[in-house]
Each structure stands twice: as structure tokens, then as C-alpha cells.
């Protein structure tokens, strides 16, 4: 079964200054995706990364990126020049089949609330 | 741009009573996903739907039922519900000809729903 690790329930930042994200996940799938979501306090689920697992290059997306290590199952996210509304919980997910031959599904970890200060 | 359009809400039920949450996107995506968040914890898979008349059970489906009406549009009922429904439930998209893809998937904006 899939399972995703957030080590860090909260973490503060300083406005302006970059900060990692913690993600481990646990698979055996060959073939997976690995996403990052932020959730606001007005509660919607924004997609904001994704790496697959065969992509060599780490993916980036703006102020976003990923620093994937395969073989040590970790996927982080950097988030540079933190911005005071970057404040939200932001989620790890991968990307998995339920079972064989099915669909997939997002696993998700159970988040780290980031605090942007001023 | 639209995207995934949840309805309604907020909706507070009483227990045994029953409801449709409804889900459409404009995105002309395949597949279409039920979850739910409960506090402290991240989104579980409910149902989903592969495709335009098929639905599959996800990891917490006791208590519900769904339809995929057309492409656009798929919708979660809970025929009599329960104190333990108490939930925020999300309703999400995916591109791509099929749920086999590693594409991303795209959330509406959640349905607060309290069980009394």
C-alpha cells in the first residue's frame, strides 16, 4: 500500500526567504506520479507541482520545485522568496492503482500548515 | 474558467436524512474523483469514475453512491446519513484519455457538510 510521510505539522518562514518541505513516500509501483497541493484557509485544493517518477530533471513551476530523490523515496518542495500569501497547508500525494488494473488514485500525507511572517 | 463547480456549499442535514452533492467541470476531462477531508488528515478516495458511464469503488465508500450523468458531470448521494458523514467532500477532475495517466488532478471548491 501507498503511504505518504509529512514529517513537519507546522513550519515559519520569513517573508522573502526560501523554505523545504518535507515528503517521503513508500511504494513499489515502477511507475507513479508525485504531486504537491496547497490548501488556503478558504479551503480549495491548488495544484501546484508534479514530478514523475521516470523524469530525470526535477520539476520546477514559478517560485515551486521539487527536489526528488528516487532512491531515497523523498520528493520535498521549495518554495523561494516566500510571499506572506504562500501561508496555507500544502499537501504530498502520489499518484497510485488501487488495484491491478484500475484506476489511480492520490494517497495524500497529512500536511504541513506553513506560516509566511512578515 | 470554471474548472470543477461543487454544489452546494455548505449544507447542514439531519441524521437518517438523505442528499445529492453535484459535481461538473468544464474541462472536457475523462475521469472525475469523490473525496473526502476530515481534520488533520489529508483527502480520502471516496468513488471515482473513470470514464462517461463507468463508477468504481474508492477506499471509503460505505454509505454512498454516485452517478456519472454525461462527461461533464458526476454527483455523490448519501441516502441516509450518519454523524460520522460529517465531512468536507471534493469533487476533482482529471485530463487525459484515462485514469491510467499520472496526470493531475484538479479539485472544485469543496462542499461543507454537517451531520447533526
Known amino acids: 500500500a501507498q503511504k505518504i510521510t509529512q514529517t513537519q505539522p507546522g513550519m515559519f518562514v520569513q517573508e522573502k526567504e526560501a523554505v523545504t518541505l518535507d515528503c517521503t513516500y513508500d511504494?513499489?509501483?515502477?511507475?507513479?506520479?508525485l504531486f504537491w497541493y496547497k490548501q488556503p484557509s478558504s479551503g480549495e485544493m491548488i495544484f501546484l507541482i508534479y514530478?514523475?517518477?521516470?523524469?530525470?530533471q526535477n520539476a520546477t513551476e514559478g517560485r515551486y520545485s521539487l527536489n526528488f530523490q528516487k532512491a531515497r523515496k523523498s520528493a520535498n518542495l521549495v518554495i523561494s522568496a516566500s510571499q506572506l500569501g504562500d501561508s496555507a497547508m500544502y499537501f504530498c500525494a502520489t499518484n497510485t492503482q488501487i488495484s491491478s488494473g484500475s484506476a489511480r488514485q492520490l494517497t495524500f500525507g497529512s500536511g504541513t500548515q506553513l506560516t509566511v511572517l512578515p | 474558467n470554471a474548472g470543477v463547480t461543487q454544489t452546494p456549499k455548505f449544507q447542514v442535514l439531519k441524521t437518517g436524512q438523505s442528499m445529492t452533492l453535484q459535481c461538473a467541470q468544464d474541462?472536457?476531462?475523462?475521469?472525475m474523483y469523490w473525496y473526502r477531508q476530515d481534520p488533520g488528515m489529508g483527502l480520502r478516495l471516496i468513488y471515482y469514475s473513470a470514464s462517461e458511464g463507468t463508477t468504481d469503488k474508492g477506499e471509503v465508500p460505505n454509505g454512498y453512491n454516485v452517478s456519472r450523468l454525461n462527461k461533464r458531470e458526476f454527483s455523490l448521494r448519501l441516502e441516509s446519513a450518519a454523524p460520522s458523514q460529517t465531512s468536507v467532500y471534493f469533487c476533482?477532475?482529471?485530463?487525459?484519455?484515462?485514469?491510467?495517466?499520472?496526470?493531475?488532478?484538479?479539485f472544485g471548491d469543496g462542499t461543507r457538510l454537517s451531520i447533526l
Open positions: 474541462m472536457n476531462h475523462n475521469s
Open positions: 476533482a477532475s482529471s485530463e487525459g484519455v484515462s485514469v491510467y495517466s499520472n496526470q493531475p488532478q484538479h
Open positions: 511504494t513499489s509501483d515502477q511507475s507513479y506520479g
Open positions: 514530478q514523475g517518477s521516470y523524469d530525470e
